[in-house]
Protein backbone atom coordinates (compact mmCIF):
# COMPACT_ATOMS: atom_id res chain seq x y z
CA UNK A 1 0.00 0.00 0.00
CA UNK A 2 0.89 3.66 -0.60
CA UNK A 3 0.97 5.76 -3.56
CA UNK A 4 1.87 5.17 -6.96
CA UNK A 5 2.17 7.49 -10.09
CA UNK A 6 0.17 6.46 -13.28
CA UNK A 7 1.40 8.70 -16.57
CA UNK A 8 -0.38 8.74 -19.94
CA UNK A 9 1.28 10.07 -22.86
CA UNK A 10 -1.29 10.62 -25.74
CA UNK A 11 -1.94 12.56 -28.95
CA UNK A 12 -2.28 15.85 -27.19
CA UNK A 13 -0.74 15.71 -23.92
CA UNK A 14 0.76 13.93 -21.11
CA UNK A 15 -1.14 13.13 -17.81
CA UNK A 16 0.51 12.51 -14.60
CA UNK A 17 -2.22 10.74 -11.76
CA UNK A 18 -0.76 9.75 -8.24
CA UNK A 19 -3.41 7.48 -6.35
CA UNK A 20 -3.28 6.61 -2.51
CA UNK A 21 -4.32 3.18 -1.83
CA UNK A 22 -4.59 3.29 1.85
CA UNK A 23 -7.70 5.90 1.27
CA UNK A 24 -8.59 4.99 -2.07
CA UNK A 25 -8.24 8.75 -3.75
CA UNK A 26 -6.59 10.34 -6.50
CA UNK A 27 -4.10 12.97 -4.85
CA UNK A 28 -2.62 14.41 -7.95
CA UNK A 29 -3.51 14.52 -11.59
CA UNK A 30 -2.17 16.93 -13.97
CA UNK A 31 -1.73 17.25 -17.48
CA UNK A 32 1.16 18.49 -19.83
CA UNK A 33 -0.86 20.17 -22.80
CA UNK A 34 1.43 19.42 -26.26
CA UNK A 35 0.46 22.64 -28.40
CA UNK A 36 0.89 24.89 -24.98
CA UNK A 37 3.78 24.34 -24.46
CA UNK A 38 5.75 22.95 -27.78
CA UNK A 39 3.40 24.24 -30.58
CA UNK A 40 6.08 26.53 -32.14
CA UNK A 41 9.67 24.65 -31.23
CA UNK A 42 8.04 20.98 -32.51
CA UNK A 43 5.56 21.84 -34.88
CA UNK A 44 2.71 19.85 -33.65
CA UNK A 45 -0.50 20.90 -33.95
CA UNK A 46 -3.20 19.32 -31.95
CA UNK A 47 0.07 17.21 -30.61
CA UNK A 48 0.77 15.92 -34.53
CA UNK A 49 3.12 16.45 -37.05
CA UNK A 50 1.20 16.80 -40.82
CA UNK A 51 3.65 15.78 -42.96
CA UNK A 52 1.62 15.50 -46.18
CA UNK A 53 -0.01 12.61 -48.05
CA UNK A 54 -1.08 10.98 -44.89
CA UNK A 55 1.83 10.88 -42.90
CA UNK A 56 1.42 12.08 -39.66
CA UNK A 57 4.09 12.42 -37.39
CA UNK A 58 5.03 13.59 -33.28
CA UNK A 59 8.41 14.48 -31.76
CA UNK A 60 10.02 11.48 -29.20
CA UNK A 61 12.10 14.61 -28.18
CA UNK A 62 8.84 16.56 -27.21
CA UNK A 63 8.01 13.80 -25.28
CA UNK A 64 10.97 14.06 -22.78
CA UNK A 65 10.97 17.33 -22.51
CA UNK A 66 6.75 17.15 -21.40
CA UNK A 67 8.36 13.99 -19.00
CA UNK A 68 10.10 16.73 -16.97
CA UNK A 69 7.76 19.35 -17.31
CA UNK A 70 4.84 16.98 -15.53
CA UNK A 71 7.11 16.24 -12.88
CA UNK A 72 7.67 20.22 -11.79
CA UNK A 73 3.92 19.95 -12.64
CA UNK A 74 3.57 17.33 -9.83
CA UNK A 75 5.66 18.70 -7.60
CA UNK A 76 4.28 21.95 -7.59
CA UNK A 77 0.48 20.76 -6.78
CA UNK A 78 1.89 19.54 -4.01
CA UNK A 79 3.10 16.30 -4.07
CA UNK A 80 6.39 14.63 -2.93
CA UNK A 81 7.63 12.28 -5.41
CA UNK A 82 9.76 10.82 -2.94
CA UNK A 83 6.40 9.42 -1.70
CA UNK A 84 5.77 7.24 -4.63
CA UNK A 85 6.72 3.63 -4.83
CA UNK A 86 6.01 2.76 -8.50
CA UNK A 87 5.45 4.20 -11.56
CA UNK A 88 3.49 2.39 -14.78
CA UNK A 89 2.31 4.46 -17.26
CA UNK A 90 0.46 4.12 -20.99
CA UNK A 91 1.13 6.23 -24.59
CA UNK A 92 -0.92 6.49 -27.54
CA UNK A 93 -0.92 3.24 -29.59
CA UNK A 94 0.81 1.94 -32.33
CA UNK A 95 3.37 5.09 -32.86
CA UNK A 96 7.13 4.04 -33.50
CA UNK A 97 10.08 5.60 -32.31
CA UNK A 98 13.13 4.48 -34.01
CA UNK A 99 16.45 4.56 -32.35
CA UNK A 100 20.07 4.46 -32.90
CA UNK A 101 22.99 2.59 -30.96
CA UNK A 102 23.91 4.78 -28.84
CA UNK A 103 20.26 5.12 -27.39
CA UNK A 104 21.07 1.95 -24.48
CA UNK A 105 24.53 3.65 -23.23
CA UNK A 106 23.08 7.57 -23.32
CA UNK A 107 20.01 6.57 -21.29
CA UNK A 108 21.99 4.66 -18.89
CA UNK A 109 24.63 7.46 -18.54
CA UNK A 110 21.84 10.17 -18.12
CA UNK A 111 23.36 13.24 -15.60
CA UNK A 112 21.07 15.30 -13.50
CA UNK A 113 23.12 18.00 -14.07
CA UNK A 114 21.10 18.53 -17.45
CA UNK A 115 17.66 18.48 -18.93
CA UNK A 116 16.84 15.15 -20.16
CA UNK A 117 15.73 16.20 -23.43
CA UNK A 118 19.57 17.84 -24.46
CA UNK A 119 21.21 14.55 -23.41
CA UNK A 120 19.19 12.31 -25.56
CA UNK A 121 18.76 14.26 -28.64
CA UNK A 122 21.55 11.55 -30.63
CA UNK A 123 19.91 8.42 -29.63
CA UNK A 124 17.22 8.53 -32.73
CA UNK A 125 17.61 7.31 -35.85
CA UNK A 126 14.44 8.77 -37.07
CA UNK A 127 13.80 12.27 -35.58
CA UNK A 128 9.78 12.19 -35.53
CA UNK A 129 7.62 8.92 -34.80
CA UNK A 130 4.46 8.03 -37.06
CA UNK A 131 1.76 7.90 -34.89
CA UNK A 132 -1.78 6.64 -35.06
CA UNK A 133 -3.05 8.96 -37.15
CA UNK A 134 -0.63 8.12 -39.96
CA UNK A 135 -2.67 6.30 -43.00
CA UNK A 136 0.13 6.07 -45.70
CA UNK A 137 1.17 2.58 -45.70
CA UNK A 138 -1.68 1.05 -47.32
CA UNK A 139 0.61 -0.69 -49.60
CA UNK A 140 2.55 -2.09 -46.85
CA UNK A 141 -0.85 -3.56 -44.93
CA UNK A 142 -1.63 -5.55 -48.41
CA UNK A 143 2.29 -6.84 -48.40
CA UNK A 144 2.37 -8.03 -45.09
CA UNK A 145 -0.89 -9.85 -45.32
CA UNK A 146 0.43 -11.51 -48.04
CA UNK A 147 3.93 -12.74 -46.51
CA UNK A 148 1.93 -14.37 -43.83
CA UNK A 149 -0.01 -16.21 -46.05
CA UNK A 150 -2.93 -13.94 -46.34
CA UNK A 151 -5.33 -11.61 -44.71
CA UNK A 152 -6.95 -14.39 -42.71
CA UNK A 153 -3.86 -15.71 -41.43
CA UNK A 154 -2.75 -12.79 -40.22
CA UNK A 155 -5.74 -12.08 -38.62
CA UNK A 156 -6.29 -15.07 -36.89
CA UNK A 157 -1.86 -15.01 -35.95
CA UNK A 158 -1.90 -11.34 -34.53
CA UNK A 159 -6.15 -10.96 -33.82
CA UNK A 160 -5.95 -8.17 -36.55
CA UNK A 161 -5.71 -7.52 -39.91
CA UNK A 162 -2.86 -4.98 -41.27
CA UNK A 163 -4.26 -1.31 -40.40
CA UNK A 164 -2.06 1.14 -41.90
CA UNK A 165 -1.71 2.87 -38.33
CA UNK A 166 -0.35 0.17 -36.62
CA UNK A 167 3.09 -0.88 -36.00
CA UNK A 168 4.62 -3.14 -38.65
CA UNK A 169 3.15 -1.27 -41.56
CA UNK A 170 4.83 1.88 -40.46
CA UNK A 171 7.96 -0.14 -39.81
CA UNK A 172 8.20 -1.62 -43.27
CA UNK A 173 7.45 1.62 -44.67
CA UNK A 174 10.64 3.13 -43.36
CA UNK A 175 12.61 0.12 -43.79
CA UNK A 176 11.40 0.43 -47.70
CA UNK A 177 11.62 4.51 -47.73
CA UNK A 178 14.69 5.44 -45.53
CA UNK A 179 16.82 2.35 -45.62
CA UNK A 180 19.87 4.22 -44.46
CA UNK A 181 18.54 5.26 -41.50
CA UNK A 182 17.07 1.74 -41.12
CA UNK A 183 20.56 0.65 -40.97
CA UNK A 184 21.78 2.77 -38.44
CA UNK A 185 18.41 1.58 -35.86
CA UNK A 186 19.17 -0.57 -33.07
CA UNK A 187 16.31 -0.98 -31.41
CA UNK A 188 12.75 0.32 -32.32
CA UNK A 189 10.13 1.30 -29.36
CA UNK A 190 6.41 2.28 -28.87
CA UNK A 191 5.45 5.28 -27.34
CA UNK A 192 4.73 3.60 -24.31
CA UNK A 193 8.31 1.66 -24.23
CA UNK A 194 10.08 4.57 -25.15
CA UNK A 195 8.68 6.59 -22.28
CA UNK A 196 9.36 4.08 -19.79
CA UNK A 197 12.75 3.58 -21.07
CA UNK A 198 13.45 7.28 -19.95
CA UNK A 199 12.44 6.29 -16.09
CA UNK A 200 14.45 3.33 -16.10
CA UNK A 201 17.26 4.46 -18.10
CA UNK A 202 17.72 1.83 -19.80
CA UNK A 203 15.77 -0.10 -22.26
CA UNK A 204 12.43 -1.26 -21.62
CA UNK A 205 10.24 -3.68 -23.99
CA UNK A 206 6.51 -3.63 -25.38
CA UNK A 207 3.96 -4.72 -23.02
CA UNK A 208 1.82 -7.35 -24.54
CA UNK A 209 -1.33 -4.97 -24.90
CA UNK A 210 0.21 -2.90 -26.84
CA UNK A 211 2.46 -5.67 -28.80
CA UNK A 212 -0.72 -6.80 -29.84
CA UNK A 213 -1.61 -3.24 -31.52
CA UNK A 214 1.88 -3.97 -33.87
CA UNK A 215 0.50 -6.26 -36.33
CA UNK A 216 4.00 -8.21 -35.61
CA UNK A 217 2.58 -10.51 -32.00
CA UNK A 218 0.88 -13.93 -31.97
CA UNK A 219 -2.06 -13.00 -30.16
CA UNK A 220 -2.44 -16.47 -28.28
CA UNK A 221 1.22 -16.78 -27.33
CA UNK A 222 1.74 -12.79 -26.52
CA UNK A 223 5.43 -13.21 -28.00
CA UNK A 224 6.09 -11.80 -31.65
CA UNK A 225 5.71 -13.82 -34.15
CA UNK A 226 8.44 -15.21 -36.25
CA UNK A 227 6.32 -15.02 -39.77
CA UNK A 228 4.68 -11.83 -38.86
CA UNK A 229 8.34 -10.06 -38.22
CA UNK A 230 10.24 -12.15 -41.44
CA UNK A 231 7.01 -10.93 -43.51
CA UNK A 232 7.87 -6.74 -41.92
CA UNK A 233 11.20 -6.41 -42.53
CA UNK A 234 14.77 -7.81 -42.45
CA UNK A 235 16.59 -8.19 -39.11
CA UNK A 236 13.35 -7.39 -37.25
CA UNK A 237 13.90 -9.44 -34.43
CA UNK A 238 17.19 -8.10 -32.92
CA UNK A 239 15.47 -4.34 -33.31
CA UNK A 240 12.89 -5.74 -30.76
CA UNK A 241 13.19 -6.42 -27.67
CA UNK A 242 11.46 -9.50 -26.42
CA UNK A 243 7.40 -8.78 -24.89
CA UNK A 244 7.47 -7.83 -21.51
CA UNK A 245 5.42 -9.03 -19.02
CA UNK A 246 3.11 -6.17 -17.96
CA UNK A 247 2.88 -7.19 -14.34
CA UNK A 248 7.18 -7.61 -13.86
CA UNK A 249 8.67 -4.52 -12.07
CA UNK A 250 11.68 -3.63 -14.56
CA UNK A 251 13.78 -1.96 -12.43
CA UNK A 252 13.92 0.86 -9.89
CA UNK A 253 13.99 4.78 -11.36
CA UNK A 254 17.57 6.15 -13.14
CA UNK A 255 19.30 8.55 -10.59
CA UNK A 256 18.34 10.97 -13.03
CA UNK A 257 14.88 11.47 -12.06
CA UNK A 258 15.75 10.82 -7.72
CA UNK A 259 18.81 13.62 -8.26
CA UNK A 260 16.65 15.96 -10.30
CA UNK A 261 12.89 15.40 -9.29
CA UNK A 262 13.20 13.64 -6.24
CA UNK A 263 11.91 10.35 -6.56
CA UNK A 264 12.71 7.91 -4.01
CA UNK A 265 15.87 5.54 -5.17
CA UNK A 266 13.35 2.66 -4.56
CA UNK A 267 10.67 3.88 -6.65
CA UNK A 268 9.92 0.51 -9.00
CA UNK A 269 9.46 0.95 -12.85
CA UNK A 270 6.49 -1.39 -14.53
CA UNK A 271 6.63 -1.80 -18.26
CA UNK A 272 4.20 0.68 -19.85
CA UNK A 273 1.24 -0.60 -21.92
CA UNK A 274 -1.11 1.33 -25.05
CA UNK A 275 -3.31 3.76 -23.48
CA UNK A 276 -6.86 1.94 -24.63
CA UNK A 277 -5.51 -1.71 -22.16
CA UNK A 278 -4.73 0.92 -19.60
CA UNK A 279 -8.26 2.35 -20.05
CA UNK A 280 -9.41 -1.33 -20.19
CA UNK A 281 -7.87 -1.51 -16.22
CA UNK A 282 -8.81 2.03 -15.18
CA UNK A 283 -12.56 1.68 -16.16
CA UNK A 284 -12.58 -1.63 -13.56
CA UNK A 285 -13.12 -4.15 -16.87
CA UNK A 286 -11.32 -7.48 -15.52
CA UNK A 287 -14.50 -9.67 -15.84
CA UNK A 288 -15.56 -10.77 -19.65
CA UNK A 289 -18.02 -8.80 -21.16
CA UNK A 290 -17.80 -5.44 -19.91
CA UNK A 291 -17.39 -2.53 -22.03
CA UNK A 292 -16.54 1.13 -22.01
CA UNK A 293 -16.30 4.19 -24.17
CA UNK A 294 -13.62 6.14 -24.23
CA UNK A 295 -14.38 9.99 -26.24
CA UNK A 296 -10.54 11.45 -26.49
CA UNK A 297 -9.02 12.42 -29.42
CA UNK A 298 -10.29 9.28 -30.99
CA UNK A 299 -13.15 7.46 -30.09
CA UNK A 300 -12.86 4.15 -29.06
CA UNK A 301 -15.19 1.50 -27.41
CA UNK A 302 -14.13 -1.69 -26.17
CA UNK A 303 -14.77 -4.86 -24.36
CA UNK A 304 -12.99 -7.06 -22.12
CA UNK A 305 -13.77 -10.78 -23.37
CA UNK A 306 -12.46 -14.36 -22.34
CA UNK A 307 -11.85 -15.36 -26.15
CA UNK A 308 -9.39 -13.95 -28.27
CA UNK A 309 -12.95 -13.30 -30.97
CA UNK A 310 -11.17 -11.51 -34.21
CA UNK A 311 -13.26 -8.92 -36.78
CA UNK A 312 -13.62 -10.72 -39.92
CA UNK A 313 -14.39 -7.69 -41.85
CA UNK A 314 -11.57 -6.34 -40.39
CA UNK A 315 -12.82 -3.19 -38.59
CA UNK A 316 -12.11 -3.96 -35.48
CA UNK A 317 -9.06 -4.81 -33.29
CA UNK A 318 -8.25 -7.15 -30.74
CA UNK A 319 -5.44 -6.23 -27.77
CA UNK A 320 -4.22 -8.48 -25.06
CA UNK A 321 -4.85 -7.17 -21.53
CA UNK A 322 -2.33 -6.26 -18.93
CA UNK A 323 -4.30 -7.87 -16.83
CA UNK A 324 -2.56 -10.88 -18.21
CA UNK A 325 -5.46 -13.09 -18.64
CA UNK A 326 -8.27 -11.60 -21.15
CA UNK A 327 -8.87 -9.85 -24.46
CA UNK A 328 -9.87 -6.58 -25.48
CA UNK A 329 -12.02 -5.99 -28.37
CA UNK A 330 -11.86 -2.22 -29.79
CA UNK A 331 -13.14 0.02 -32.26
CA UNK A 332 -11.67 3.23 -33.19
CA UNK A 333 -13.16 6.33 -34.94
CA UNK A 334 -10.63 8.80 -35.69
CA UNK A 335 -13.43 11.38 -35.67
CA UNK A 336 -13.98 11.54 -32.07
CA UNK A 337 -13.23 14.78 -30.35
CA UNK A 338 -11.90 16.48 -33.39
CA UNK A 339 -14.77 16.18 -35.46
CA UNK A 340 -16.97 17.50 -32.20
CA UNK A 341 -14.78 20.57 -32.22
CA UNK A 342 -14.71 21.30 -35.99
CA UNK A 343 -18.94 21.36 -35.38
CA UNK A 344 -18.17 23.83 -32.52
CA UNK A 345 -15.80 26.49 -34.02
CA UNK A 346 -17.78 26.03 -37.11
CA UNK A 347 -20.86 27.77 -35.22
CA UNK A 348 -19.05 29.58 -33.23
CA UNK A 349 -20.26 27.67 -29.65
CA UNK A 350 -18.25 26.86 -26.77
CA UNK A 351 -18.82 23.68 -24.75
CA UNK A 352 -21.33 25.70 -22.83
CA UNK A 353 -23.12 26.12 -26.17
CA UNK A 354 -22.51 22.43 -27.60
CA UNK A 355 -24.23 21.28 -24.62
CA UNK A 356 -27.27 23.96 -25.03
CA UNK A 357 -27.87 23.31 -28.86
CA UNK A 358 -28.03 19.29 -27.81
CA UNK A 359 -30.14 20.07 -25.23
CA UNK A 360 -32.91 22.01 -27.18
CA UNK A 361 -32.67 19.93 -30.32
CA UNK A 362 -35.43 16.69 -30.53
CA UNK A 363 -33.98 13.20 -30.39
CA UNK A 364 -33.17 11.87 -33.79
CA UNK A 365 -33.04 14.92 -35.01
CA UNK A 366 -36.53 14.79 -37.56
CA UNK A 367 -34.52 12.44 -39.43
CA UNK A 368 -31.70 14.72 -40.44
CA UNK A 369 -27.94 12.69 -40.34
CA UNK A 370 -24.86 13.48 -40.58
CA UNK A 371 -21.67 11.21 -41.82
CA UNK A 372 -18.63 13.54 -39.51
CA UNK A 373 -15.66 12.23 -41.69
CA UNK A 374 -14.04 15.61 -41.04
CA UNK A 375 -10.77 13.59 -41.73
CA UNK A 376 -10.61 10.68 -43.20
CA UNK A 377 -11.68 7.92 -41.22
CA UNK A 378 -10.65 4.28 -39.76
CA UNK A 379 -13.80 2.91 -39.05
CA UNK A 380 -15.73 2.76 -41.60
CA UNK A 381 -12.77 3.03 -44.33
CA UNK A 382 -12.84 6.68 -45.71
CA UNK A 383 -10.04 7.60 -47.59
CA UNK A 384 -10.52 10.81 -48.13
CA UNK A 385 -12.09 13.93 -45.63
CA UNK A 386 -16.11 14.22 -46.39
CA UNK A 387 -18.95 15.79 -44.33
CA UNK A 388 -22.31 14.52 -45.61
CA UNK A 389 -25.71 16.14 -44.87
CA UNK A 390 -28.64 14.05 -45.31
CA UNK A 391 -32.01 16.15 -44.41
CA UNK A 392 -29.79 18.26 -42.40
CA UNK A 393 -29.54 22.10 -43.28
CA UNK A 394 -26.16 23.25 -42.58
CA UNK A 395 -27.22 26.84 -41.69
CA UNK A 396 -29.26 25.09 -38.21
CA UNK A 397 -26.83 24.79 -35.64
CA UNK A 398 -28.82 23.25 -33.04
CA UNK A 399 -29.45 20.39 -35.95
CA UNK A 400 -25.53 19.52 -36.91
CA UNK A 401 -24.60 20.05 -33.62
CA UNK A 402 -26.78 17.19 -33.08
CA UNK A 403 -26.10 15.64 -36.11
CA UNK A 404 -22.50 15.19 -35.56
CA UNK A 405 -22.88 13.02 -31.64
CA UNK A 406 -26.10 10.85 -32.76
CA UNK A 407 -23.56 10.01 -35.73
CA UNK A 408 -20.72 8.73 -33.76
CA UNK A 409 -23.22 7.03 -31.38
CA UNK A 410 -24.77 4.99 -33.74
CA UNK A 411 -21.67 4.32 -35.61
CA UNK A 412 -20.12 2.83 -32.04
CA UNK A 413 -23.82 0.84 -32.14
CA UNK A 414 -23.57 -0.94 -35.56
CA UNK A 415 -19.63 -1.15 -35.57
CA UNK A 416 -19.54 -3.06 -32.39
CA UNK A 417 -21.75 -5.82 -33.81
CA UNK A 418 -18.62 -8.16 -34.20
CA UNK A 419 -17.83 -8.58 -30.73
CA UNK A 420 -20.79 -10.17 -30.14
CA UNK A 421 -21.22 -8.54 -26.38
CA UNK A 422 -24.61 -7.19 -25.25
CA UNK A 423 -24.03 -4.16 -24.09
CA UNK A 424 -25.99 -3.63 -20.76
CA UNK A 425 -23.76 -0.18 -19.63
CA UNK A 426 -21.08 1.92 -20.89
CA UNK A 427 -18.52 2.93 -18.06
CA UNK A 428 -17.11 6.40 -19.66
CA UNK A 429 -13.95 8.17 -19.80
CA UNK A 430 -11.87 11.08 -21.97
CA UNK A 431 -11.94 14.30 -22.27
CA UNK A 432 -15.98 14.92 -23.76
CA UNK A 433 -17.01 12.09 -20.98
CA UNK A 434 -17.69 15.77 -18.51
CA UNK A 435 -20.36 16.79 -20.97
CA UNK A 436 -23.77 14.82 -20.07
CA UNK A 437 -25.87 15.90 -22.73
CA UNK A 438 -23.22 13.80 -24.76
CA UNK A 439 -23.61 11.33 -22.68
CA UNK A 440 -27.00 10.87 -22.74
CA UNK A 441 -27.06 10.47 -26.75
CA UNK A 442 -24.95 7.63 -26.38
CA UNK A 443 -26.85 6.54 -23.22
CA UNK A 444 -29.97 6.92 -25.67
CA UNK A 445 -28.90 5.24 -28.56
CA UNK A 446 -27.10 2.29 -27.13
CA UNK A 447 -30.62 2.15 -24.35
CA UNK A 448 -28.25 1.26 -21.31
CA UNK A 449 -26.89 3.57 -18.36
CA UNK A 450 -23.59 5.36 -19.19
CA UNK A 451 -21.42 5.79 -16.40
CA UNK A 452 -18.37 8.46 -16.11
CA UNK A 453 -15.84 8.64 -13.41
CA UNK A 454 -14.49 10.98 -10.84
CA UNK A 455 -11.54 11.04 -13.51
CA UNK A 456 -11.67 11.19 -17.47
CA UNK A 457 -8.08 9.79 -17.65
CA UNK A 458 -8.77 6.16 -17.05
CA UNK A 459 -5.55 5.56 -19.06
CA UNK A 460 -3.41 7.41 -16.38
CA UNK A 461 -5.73 5.62 -13.41
CA UNK A 462 -4.99 2.54 -15.12
CA UNK A 463 -1.31 3.08 -15.18
CA UNK A 464 -1.34 3.49 -11.39
CA UNK A 465 -3.50 0.60 -10.86
CA UNK A 466 -0.48 -1.23 -12.52
CA UNK A 467 1.69 -0.15 -10.66
CA UNK A 468 -0.16 -0.65 -7.46
CA UNK A 469 -0.49 -4.66 -8.77
CA UNK A 470 2.82 -4.80 -9.72
CA UNK A 471 4.96 -3.17 -6.79
CA UNK A 472 2.16 -5.80 -4.31
CA UNK A 473 3.37 -8.66 -6.70
CA UNK A 474 7.62 -7.72 -5.98
CA UNK A 475 6.91 -8.06 -2.55
CA UNK A 476 5.05 -11.18 -2.68
CA UNK A 477 1.32 -10.14 -2.11
CA UNK A 478 0.07 -10.32 -5.85
CA UNK A 479 -4.01 -9.02 -5.41
CA UNK A 480 -6.68 -10.19 -7.28
CA UNK A 481 -7.29 -7.42 -10.23
CA UNK A 482 -10.89 -6.99 -8.69
CA UNK A 483 -9.31 -6.16 -5.50
CA UNK A 484 -7.04 -3.91 -7.20
CA UNK A 485 -9.27 -1.81 -9.37
CA UNK A 486 -12.37 -2.23 -7.43
CA UNK A 487 -11.70 1.00 -4.91
CA UNK A 488 -11.18 3.32 -7.82
CA UNK A 489 -13.56 2.35 -10.23
CA UNK A 490 -17.36 1.71 -8.33
CA UNK A 491 -18.36 6.14 -8.81
CA UNK A 492 -21.16 7.31 -7.16
CA UNK A 493 -24.56 6.07 -9.04
CA UNK A 494 -25.81 9.91 -9.02
CA UNK A 495 -23.35 10.40 -11.93
CA UNK A 496 -24.29 8.18 -14.48
CA UNK A 497 -26.33 8.74 -17.01
CA UNK A 498 -29.65 6.78 -17.67
CA UNK A 499 -31.09 5.90 -20.96
CA UNK A 500 -34.39 7.48 -22.18
CA UNK A 501 -36.55 4.61 -22.83
CA UNK A 502 -39.06 6.85 -24.85
CA UNK A 503 -36.39 7.18 -27.22
CA UNK A 504 -35.68 3.34 -27.85
CA UNK A 505 -37.68 3.58 -31.19
CA UNK A 506 -36.77 6.46 -32.64
CA UNK A 507 -33.18 5.48 -32.31
CA UNK A 508 -33.80 2.05 -33.59
CA UNK A 509 -35.00 3.37 -37.01
CA UNK A 510 -32.30 6.32 -37.00
CA UNK A 511 -29.87 3.36 -36.73
CA UNK A 512 -31.60 1.64 -40.44
CA UNK A 513 -30.93 4.72 -42.04
CA UNK A 514 -27.56 5.61 -40.56
CA UNK A 515 -26.73 1.99 -41.71
CA UNK A 516 -27.72 2.88 -45.26
CA UNK A 517 -26.27 6.01 -45.59
CA UNK A 518 -22.67 5.21 -44.11
CA UNK A 519 -22.82 1.81 -47.00
CA UNK A 520 -23.47 4.20 -49.51
CA UNK A 521 -20.67 7.03 -48.83
CA UNK A 522 -17.86 4.78 -46.81
CA UNK A 523 -14.80 3.73 -48.85
P1 LIG B 1 -6.39 12.45 -25.53
O1 LIG B 1 -6.08 11.73 -24.24
O2 LIG B 1 -6.80 11.54 -26.63
O3 LIG B 1 -5.31 13.40 -25.96
P2 LIG B 1 -8.50 13.65 -23.92
O4 LIG B 1 -9.21 12.43 -23.45
O5 LIG B 1 -7.66 14.39 -22.94
O6 LIG B 1 -7.67 13.37 -25.25
O7 LIG B 1 -9.62 14.62 -24.47
C1 LIG B 1 -9.30 15.89 -24.92
C2 LIG B 1 -10.49 16.46 -25.64
O8 LIG B 1 -11.61 16.57 -24.75
C3 LIG B 1 -10.31 17.84 -26.17
O9 LIG B 1 -9.69 17.79 -27.44
C4 LIG B 1 -11.74 18.37 -26.23
O10 LIG B 1 -12.24 18.25 -27.55
C5 LIG B 1 -12.54 17.43 -25.36
N1 LIG B 1 -13.35 18.13 -24.33
C6 LIG B 1 -12.92 18.78 -23.23
N2 LIG B 1 -13.97 19.30 -22.54
C7 LIG B 1 -15.11 18.97 -23.24
C8 LIG B 1 -16.53 19.23 -23.07
N3 LIG B 1 -16.99 19.91 -22.04
N4 LIG B 1 -17.37 18.72 -23.99
C9 LIG B 1 -16.90 18.00 -25.04
N5 LIG B 1 -15.59 17.76 -25.25
C10 LIG B 1 -14.70 18.22 -24.37
C1 LIG C 1 -6.45 2.62 -31.06
C2 LIG C 1 -5.94 3.91 -31.60
C3 LIG C 1 -6.11 5.16 -30.79
C4 LIG C 1 -4.78 5.54 -30.12
C5 LIG C 1 -4.80 6.95 -29.56
O1 LIG C 1 -6.24 1.55 -31.91
O2 LIG C 1 -5.37 3.97 -32.65
O3 LIG C 1 -7.15 5.05 -29.86
O4 LIG C 1 -4.44 4.60 -29.13
O5 LIG C 1 -5.57 7.09 -28.46
Known amino acids: MGNFLGIDSSTQSMTGLVIDTDTATIIAEVSVNFDDHYAQRYGVSNGVIDLGDGQMHSAPLMWAEALEQLCRQLSASGINLGTVDAIAGSGQQHGTVYLNDQAATTLSGLSAQADLAGQIERIFSRATAPIWMDRSTGEQCRQIEAGVGGRQALLQLTGNTAFERFSGPQIRRFWQTEPDAWERTANISLVSSFVSSLLAGRLVGVDAGDGSGTNLMDIRSRQWSPAALEATAPDLARRLLPVADAAAVVGVVHPFWVERHGFSPDCQVLPFSGDN ?247
Open 277 to 523: PSSLIGLGLVQPGQVALSLGTSDTLFACMDQARVSTTGEGALFASPDGTHYMALICFLNGSLAREAVRDRYGLDWAGFAGALARSPAGNGGGLMLPWFAPEIVPHVSAARVIRHGLDEGVVDANVRAVIEAQALSSRIHSEWMGVAINSLNVTGGASTNRDILQIFADVHGCPVQPFETTNAAALGAALRAAHGHARARGAAQEWSAVVAPFTSPPAAMRVEPNTAHRGTYDALLASYRALEAQHAG
